[in-house]
């Protein structure tokens, strides 16, 4: 952040600076705003736009959105480490099917069904087609801005049909910054800000497809 509070100096002093020369004293004062003006938007107008557009996003897309609920017995997770297929199954699902990703083990495009044994313990099996109809993804969409909208999705995996979606919206600031910080610095913490609405902390999954009682 101090880069970026140098920026603002240097370029309020510069626009300041060349907004004044090449003027008399006598000259119209409205020649001086016209300039001024000018040279503010070359410098400031993509952080205002950026910040604007994450605002308005921020408004109309940021949340929670369930459109349909669905209890499931189990789900598609397109990569997905066995920890986190252990806490889904501790959570009351059957069974969780994707891609693994292993700690020391590249990752493949097999798809494994992860289950609990009848000892209890984390079980999985390579399976060519899904037993799962709904799935989960995420996607990440740039804004002309800059800013980032990330989406939750829980998805029919046979038709695409949106059941629900968790949106948060990034922002990292304009050109502007991307530049200053491309060129000085490889710490993005501390540049960026983030709204996701109503959400709370919730998860998508267990709002839109939570495990089934008949198991």
Known sequence: MPLLYLYYILAFWFVCKFSLWGYSRNVRKIHV???????????YG?????????????ATMAGLHVYS??????FFYPR?????????LDDGYSFIEGAEI????????????????????????????????????YQQIKMLGGGKINKKIVRKVDTDDVLGELVSVQYSGGLVQDLL?????????GRSAQCAG??????????????SLNR
Do not use: H, M
């Open 33 to 43: 705003v016209i300039r001024f003006l000018c040279l503010s938007f070359i410098f």
């Open 80 to 88: 997905i480490r066995q920890i986190e297929a252990k806490d889904f």
């Open 102 to 137: 292993a700690r020391f083990e590249p990752t493949t495009d097999q798809i494994y069904r992860f289950y609990k044994g009848i000892d209890g313990s984390l079980s999985k099996e390579a399976i060519k087609s899904l037993q799962s109809a709904y799935g989960y993804e």
């Open 181 to 189: 910080y491309s060129f000085f610095s490889a710490d993005q913490v």
């Open 46 to 58: 993509s952080e205002l736009y950026s910040y604007a557009e994450w605002k308005v996003a921020c």
């Open 198 to 211: 109503d959400s709370n902390g919730k998860n998508i999954i267990e709002e839109v497809i939570p495990p």
């Open 69 to 74: 609920k669905q209890p499931v017995q189990g």
